[in-house]
């Protein structure tokens, strides 16, 4: 899977992210957004004007219903005047992109959102795509077996007490955004929660890849008031998990 941005997408300086390659442009240490990253806006729509590519990623400037905008997204092949869309949109501000020798005022980082043109080189079919288009319809999933194991809604009610302990839960994934900031961040739900409320959602970061609608097991570590900069916070977190299928 390539590295895509995460989206997503924009952060603000993560310590673990590492200094930057010569010659390449990477994510600088911790701009990221907190919901997996979280959109900082719409879907970024309209024709594209201007590319630049700078290996991981292709600058585009798209002619949107604001006015231009440049997005980053993974490397694609795409042409000047396709119409294309952004999906979660993270914004950057002052953003140095060191293969162009460029600092960009503002560039949303994201992804062709799926089926949208083929990213270039083929392979596999989820690499920098968001897979965040079509909603998924989540049922009442069994919970997962252990002392640690906790439902979705459960790990809400007991964050506090659970903040720096391992967590086993099992759900849907309903969102994924993979190669945000060296991670895959995946939203599960498992049914439980209140939506209005946001606790039937948990956020969890990992090394393994995990697609849209598939029903996995994950074991993690419980994180509370994650702060990643830029106003991205997470209530709560589940990082460095690992998937079982």
């Known amino acids: 899977m390539r590295r895509a941005l995460s989206l997503l997408l924009v952060s603000t300086a993560i310590n673990g992210c590492g200094p930057k390659a010569a010659g390449s442009d990477t994510m600088p240490a911790g701009a990221a957004s907190a919901d997996a990253p979280a959109a900082s806006g719409n879907a970024l729509t309209g024709p594209i004007v201007e590319q630049l590519a700078a290996s991981p990623y292709l600058y585009l400037r798209i002619k949107t219903s604001r006015g231009d905008v440049w997005a980053a997204v993974p490397e694609a092949t795409l ?9 979660n949109p993270m914004l950057m ?13 503002e560039v949303y980082f994201g992804d062709i959102a799926s089926g949208g043109p083929a990213l270039a080189g ?20 069994a919970k997962a077996a252990g002392a640690d194991a906790r439902t979705v809604a459960e790990l809400w009610e007991q964050k506090a007490t659970l903040e720096g302990k391992s967590v086993t839960i099992r759900g849907v994934v309903v969102k994924a955004n993979n190669g945000v900031m060296g991670k895959n961040w995946i939203h599960l739900q498992d049914g439980s929660g209140d939506a209005a409320a946001g606790t039937n959602d948990i956020t969890v970061t990992s090394m393994d890849q995990a697609v849209k609608g598939e029903t996995v097991t994950i074991k993690g570590t419980v ?18 998990a690992k998937i079982a299928k």
């Not at 042409?79 to 999906?87: C, K, Y």
């Not at 501000?93 to 005022?105: D, G, I, M, P, Q």
């Not at 702060?227 to 589940?238: I, K, M, Q, T, W």
């Open 223 to 240: 994180r509370t008031n994650k702060d990643f900069g830029s106003g991205y916070l997470y209530a709560v977190l589940v990082e460095d």
């Open 79 to 87: 042409e000047n005047g396709t119409v294309v869309t952004v999906a």
């Open 122 to 141: 083929g392979g596999n079919p989820h690499a920098g795509v968001s897979q965040a288009a079509a909603p998924i319809s989540v049922g009442q999933v």
């Open 93 to 105: 501000t002052n953003f140095e992109s060191t293969s162009l020798n460029r600092t960009f005022e």
